[in-house]
């Protein structure tokens, strides 16, 4: 198995000659510690919004690969943690709150906001343990515009150089991302490896194909849709299509694409993060995709607008996004049983349609041969 993997010059050649990654890096379970420690415990992992962050005392919890973390607002500002006991490891906050200390729902050990253990029942002098050494383990947090993120990897490059141009990219749509309320917040399941699934999010070649009513709204033609790769993080935009402003295509939209937002983007942050933005009234959605076995995937939505959002756009622009993530699923899951097949073994890019999917799997490549994702 590690074979191919440390292979990497006969993997990239494959990719340059247009072939895809072989169909057992999405079904192997061999994949998944190696995807762990050399993908996603180096990464940035976005785990909330800031403005849940804002008082001290209040936290967000989240994972990065297979670790729970958790981010603390304290007295001098963010700080993030390892989210597991120094005790007997069990996860010391869950969800999303706000606590005046941080205590273990185990054994009721008790750390402070700055993640020091000030309290440990029956703990005395003749236990030989040392509370002074018992801190939570700090990791890195850093946010990005009002998202917040968290890195296990000390060398890791720091967050706004992976990312930074994202923001004036998104502020280009017409999203004023400071003024964003988080509107909903809803954990997923999907049945297909999440490489599989972020490669679907990566090309809209399947959009007229596979998503008719999106592609109403949005003018997905290749000689208007905007296909970027920035190295870290990669970038779709797609016009809102007059027709669907002024009613005159015939098809009604599914959804009023009215508004200040004039097109579509669609964000992809290195590893696992998508940001999407829709035309019409002010909105913005993230997604978090994950490994759940080899053959699945989990992960949350975060569903965000601009104030004063009437109710009805949304709940039909919830739906919107609803209805595209059911037709994805479907195609993902299709993939997912051609990939357990194996045959064939590699696929086939269509170079200048599917240039972001080719430069992901060039950094999962890079990434689990062990070196720098770029
Ligand atoms: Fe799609």
Redesign the pocket.
Known sequence: MTTDIDDLDTQLAALDRGHSLPARWYTDPALLPLEDERIFRKAWAYVGPLAELAEVGSYVTGMAGTVPVAVVRNARGLAGFVNVCRHRRHEVLSGRGKAAMLQCPYHAWTYDLEGALKRAPRVGPASGLRLEELSLLPIRVEALGPFVFVNLDADAPALHDCYGPVLERIARSGVALDTLQLHGREDWQARANWKAMLE??LE?Y??PV??PG?SVAIDVRPDVYELAVHGWFSSQAGPVRPAALDGSGGKAPPYDVRGAVRESQYHFLWPNLTININPGFPNLSIDVWRPDGPNAARGFSEQYFAPGVAADFARDLVAFNRQ?AL??DR?TDSVQRGLIAGLPERGRFVADSEPLVIHFQRMVARALAGKPPL
């Open positions: 679907n999010y809209c399947h959009c596979a998503h999106f595209v037709e994805d195609l």
